[in-house]
């Protein structure tokens, strides 16, 4: 039976407008968030006391930083189920950024909890933020068969790309080989933004003669602007494309795969956080390079 009463917890920068296309698509959510200012722009979204609140809800999402956050989160959630099984069929969706392997262990912490009528789906996103408004989000659905089908017409009001990877932990790993591409084409934007503008070159007509030839990418459609203009405001925080290449490089070991551009990205997005700029926009990591050169740029005022 397809879900028709949904929890979400976390409403931040994405989670807030899924959760809004999810309710403006039809679906019964009730939602809980650590803070209240959330639920002044999501009318139609019921609030709950508490994670616990959510016990009987058909699926509950969980858009939260990483996964210690949610295992956190459903502490009391699991409780309760230990207590008391949820329905057989309940599904628990992960659809933030984790550890392919952390979220298949999870999954059997909450089908042990709730004596097996519980499963986690694993369905991280990508698209930022205005993917999450404008409801056309990539999903990458890590789960059974079966499981997939119940939720794809929920997967449906937030994404319009939504692709059953294979089991558990499969949506996990695509998204962390999308974070690899995302994470390295940035750097490599910002590399060439900084070279040309200290070579005398206009960086926005860089950017329009390559989005012409084969460097073209959607990567470039949608940070390119932000890196010209060193806009540095957060559509999301820069210093979660760090935790994504280590999973990338944590499923590399597992898999006997050499990745070298990972591997030399993650040290970059290292360098990121030490520089203190974690909290802006993926973009900032031009300011990153510009501060490793030979004579560091100015930082400019928007990214204060």
Not at 47 to 56: G, K, P, Q, Y
Not at 65 to 77: N, R, S
Not at 192 to 204: F, H, I, N
């Amino acid at each position: 039976m397809t879900p028709k009463r949904v929890g979400f917890v976390g409403l931040g920068l994405m989670g807030a407008p899924m959760a809004s296309n999810v309710a403006n698509a039809g679906w019964s959510l009730t939602a809980w968030n650590r803070s209240d200012t959330a639920f002044g722009a999501l009318p139609g979204v019921k609030r709950a006391a508490s994670v616990a609140a959510l016990r009987d809800e058909d699926a509950i999402i969980f858009m939260l930083p990483d996964l210690p956050y949610i295992e956190e989160a459903a502490v009391e959630l699991l409780d309760s189920w230990r207590t008391r099984p949820p329905q057989p069929g309940t599904a628990v969706v992960v659809m933030s950024s984790v550890s392919p392997t952390g979220v298949q262990r999870f999954g059997e912490l909450v089908e042990q909890a709730s004596r097996g009528n519980a499963v986690v789906v694993d369905a991280p996103v990508s698209g930022g933020t205005a993917g999450a408004r404008g409801g056309t989000l990539a999903i990458m659905v890590g789960a059974s068969e079966d499981s997939f089908a119940q939720l794809e017409p929920l997967f449906r009001t937030m994404g319009t790309t939504v692709r059953r990877m294979g089991p558990l932990g499969s949506g996990s790993l695509a998204k962390a080989c999308n974070q690899l591409i995302v994470g390295t084409t940035t750097a490599a934007l910002a590399e060439a933004a900084e070279l040309a503008e200290r070579s005398g070159m206009d960086v926005g007509a860089l950017f329009e003669v390559l989005a012409g030839g084969l460097a073209g990418s959607r990567v470039l459609d949608n940070v390119g602007p932000r890196l010209a203009a060193k806009d540095y405001e957060p559509t999301g925080p820069a210093k979660f494309m760090h935790k994504d290449l280590g999973f990338v490089i944590a499923s590399a070991d597992d898999a006997g795969s050499a990745v070298p551009m990972a591997s030399a990205a993650i040290d970059l997005y290292a360098e990121l956080k030490r520089q203190g700029l974690g909290d802006k926009d993926l973009a900032v990591v031009r300011q990153t390079i510009a501060n490793l050169g030979r004579t560091p740029a100015a930082t400019p005022s928007n990214s204060n």
